[in-house]
């Protein structure tokens, strides 16, 4: 398994290849302690509700691609839009795609390691 990013850019990589190995654990350690989860805008999550979050979309069963758009770093901080999908069969044998352009913020920790301090997956998407 990867190690946390020692660069800001490779949050996302980092945060896929632990989630393709559909491990919870290792990918709650992509977030700095006090990270925020916004899986629709206006209803941030914390804690173990970024987990719970993230088990739910991990119990798909499903890889997870990403794919960087932008990343603009300034001292200990980076803005990280990233293109995501998540698409195949599920467990159950039906068709599954979820997918977004994420609006994250990564921050440098006093470790070196880079870690999601905000993580808003759909960050471009207009509330319906």
């Known amino acids: 398994m990867r190690q946390l990013a020692q660069r800001a850019e490779d949050v996302p990589a980092v945060f896929a290849e632990r989630f393709n190995l559909g491990d919870a654990a290792a990918v709650a350690e992509v977030y700095e302690s006090g990270a925020v989860f916004v899986p629709e805008s206006g209803s941030p999550l914390s804690g173990e509700q970024i987990n719970a979050a993230n ?3 991990l119990a798909l069963g499903l890889p997870i691609t990403v794919r960087p758009r932008h990343v603009h770093t300034a001292g200990d901080l980076a803005l990280l839009i990233v293109d995501w999908v998540i698409d195949g069969t599920d467990r159950d ?4 795609r ?4 994420a609006t994250d913020v990564a921050r440098r920790g006093p470790d070196g390691y880079w870690r999601y301090a905000i993580d808003s997956p759909f960050g471009v998407r207009e509330k319906v």
């Open 55 to 57: 088990g739910r979309f």
């Open 93 to 96: 044998g039906r068709s599954v």
């Open 98 to 101: 979820v997918a977004g352009t």
